[in-house]
Structures are given as structure tokens and as C-alpha cells.
């Protein structure tokens, strides 16, 4: 499973950020990583600080959006640590390490970690299925960039060193562009029908994207609900 998860940083601004996270993720048998519009990246100072982690930053995948670092995958969780409006259903390190243990070994898991100063805004969050925190102090909850990949990574370690793997699922879940494709479309057609108006949109389609995050759509569940928003729109026309 350890090559089906996706360590995903976005924006980070210190290129030493990335080394450090290269050698946590390396320390655990992890190398899959992704960065998102780095503000200073490929650099040295990013090799120096990964050890001898060098391969895992060589080998990173630099995209220009979150959503395009998400293609494929279908558990997503996005760190952070503070409460959000609206936010996904909010986990704990160990309850989703548990999640992603119960998976099939092919499952593409992404957890995704945002800027030094500012964390994931709340657009990215939404993107994700998950709110995870890593538990702190009260009053002290900010955490080094590297230091927050290091125990997640640490942790999923440990579980896999003994956790029994789930029988495989019979369902294909639904993967994040998947589920983005439905929103756009259902949004579409919310706005054709007056059910969303533009201009006073409220909270509709963050509403909307809970539900679905909750309901944990499969691949034939969504080609269901496109196939039905399709037939609305022909009788539209």
C-alpha cells in the first residue's frame, strides 16, 4: 500500500520544507510525492535537507493545481488544525491511518498538507473527504511542515507493520476528479432550474459535497446521478 500513498504539499514556501518532508516519508518507507505550485523548487537547499532522501525530492511530481495532484484518487485527506465552516467529517491521525488500513492495497490514498504560514485554504479542504488533525496542546497546535508529515507518516508505518488488510471490496469508489465532474455538473443544473442562484449561491454546493463525502460514492453511483442530470438537462432543451 506504502506506493499507493500520496504525500501532498501545497504551495510550500521553504525548499527546506520539502527536504524534510522527503526524509520523514523516506524514514517511513513512503515515496510518492507531489508539490503543488512551490514557490522555490527544484533547489538545493531542498536536497541538502531531505539526507539521503535525495530520490524522493528528484523524484517528485510538480503540478500546477491540487485538483491535478488528486487525479485518481479516492480517499483524500486533508490535514489541518483548525475548525472549519462546513468542513469535511474530522478525524484523528490514528482513525484515518485505521481508514486507509482497511482498504484494498490498490486503493490511492492522497494526504494533503498545506502552506507554512496559512495552512490549506478552505476551497482546498473542501476538495478533500476528510478533515484530519494531529493532536496537540490546546493552545499550542501549529506544527513544522515536516515535522506534521513525520508523524503521520510514522504512524501509518506502525499499522502497517500489523494491521490486517480488509477483504477486497466488490465497489470501485468514485476518485476526486470523478466527484469533481459531478459537482460542476450538478451545479450546472442546479443554476439552469433556479435551485442555485449565482449571485446568491448561500452555502448550496459546500452542502452538497458533505453529503457526497458522507454517502462515499462509488464509480457506478456517480455515472447514476450524471445519467439522471443529463436526462434533466435534454428535458431543459
Given at each position: 500500500?506504502?506506493?499507493?500513498i500520496?504525500?501532498?504539499?501545497v504551495?510550500?514556501?521553504?525548499?527546506?520544507?520539502i527536504?524534510?518532508?522527503?526524509?520523514?516519508m523516506?524514514?517511513?518507507?513512503?515515496?510518492c510525492?507531489?508539490?503543488?505550485?512551490?514557490?522555490?523548487?527544484?533547489h538545493?537547499?531542498?536536497?541538502?535537507r531531505a539526507s539521503?532522501?535525495?530520490?524522493v525530492?528528484r523524484?517528485?511530481?510538480?503540478?500546477?493545481?491540487?485538483?491535478?495532484?488528486?487525479?485518481?484518487?479516492?480517499?483524500?485527506?486533508g490535514?489541518s488544525?483548525?475548525?472549519?465552516?462546513m468542513?469535511a467529517?474530522?478525524?484523528?491521525?490514528?482513525?484515518?491511518v485505521?481508514?486507509?488500513?482497511?482498504?484494498?492495497?490498490?486503493?490511492?490514498?492522497?494526504?494533503?498538507?498545506?502552506?507554512e504560514k496559512?495552512?490549506l485554504?478552505?476551497?482546498?479542504?473542501r476538495?478533500?473527504?476528510?478533515?484530519?488533525?494531529?493532536p496537540?496542546v490546546?493552545?499550542?497546535?501549529?506544527?513544522?511542515?515536516?515535522?506534521a508529515?513525520?508523524?503521520i507518516?510514522?504512524?501509518l508505518?506502525?499499522a502497517?507493520?500489523?494491521?490486517?488488510?480488509?477483504d477486497?471490496p466488490?465497489?470501485?469508489p468514485a476518485?476526486?476528479?470523478?466527484?469533481e465532474?459531478?459537482?460542476?455538473?450538478l451545479?450546472?443544473?442546479?443554476?439552469?432550474v433556479?435551485?442555485?442562484?449565482?449571485?446568491?449561491?448561500?452555502?448550496?454546493?459546500?452542502?452538497?459535497r458533505?453529503?457526497?463525502?458522507?454517502?462515499?460514492?462509488d464509480?457506478?453511483?456517480?455515472?447514476?446521478?450524471?445519467?439522471?442530470?443529463?436526462?434533466i438537462?435534454r428535458?431543459l432543451?
Amino acid at each position: 500500500m506504502k506506493n499507493n500513498i500520496r504525500i501532498i504539499l501545497v504551495n510550500p514556501s521553504h525548499p527546506g520544507n520539502i527536504g524534510a518532508a522527503a526524509r520523514a516519508m523516506k524514514n517511513m518507507g513512503l515515496s510518492c510525492l507531489y508539490l503543488v505550485q512551490p514557490e522555490k523548487f527544484p533547489h538545493p537547499e531542498a536536497v541538502y535537507r531531505a539526507s539521503r532522501a535525495d530520490d524522493v525530492v528528484r523524484n517528485a511530481r510538480v503540478v500546477a493545481t491540487l485538483d491535478d495532484a488528486l487525479v485518481g484518487c479516492t480517499h483524500v485527506f486533508g490535514t489541518s488544525a483548525r475548525d472549519r465552516e462546513m468542513s469535511a467529517e474530522v478525524l484523528d491521525v490514528r482513525e484515518m491511518v485505521t481508514m486507509i488500513m482497511q482498504q484494498p492495497q490498490k486503493t490511492k490514498i492522497a494526504i494533503v498538507f498545506g502552506r507554512e504560514k496559512h495552512g490549506l485554504y478552505n476551497d482546498e479542504l473542501r476538495r478533500c473527504q476528510y478533515q484530519v488533525k494531529i493532536p496537540t496542546v490546546a493552545d499550542y497546535s501549529s506544527l513544522n511542515l515536516g515535522a506534521a508529515v513525520q508523524v503521520i507518516a510514522y504512524e501509518l508505518y506502525v499499522a502497517q507493520g500489523g494491521a490486517r488488510q480488509a477483504d477486497q471490496p466488490k465497489i470501485d469508489p468514485a476518485t476526486a476528479d470523478e466527484m469533481e465532474g459531478l459537482y460542476q455538473h450538478l451545479e450546472k443544473i442546479a443554476t439552469q432550474v433556479d435551485f442555485l442562484k449565482p449571485d446568491k449561491p448561500r452555502k448550496m454546493m459546500p452542502r452538497f459535497r458533505q453529503i457526497f463525502n458522507r454517502a462515499r460514492l462509488d464509480k457506478e453511483d456517480v455515472n447514476l446521478i450524471r445519467g439522471l442530470l443529463a436526462k434533466i438537462y435534454r428535458k431543459l432543451k
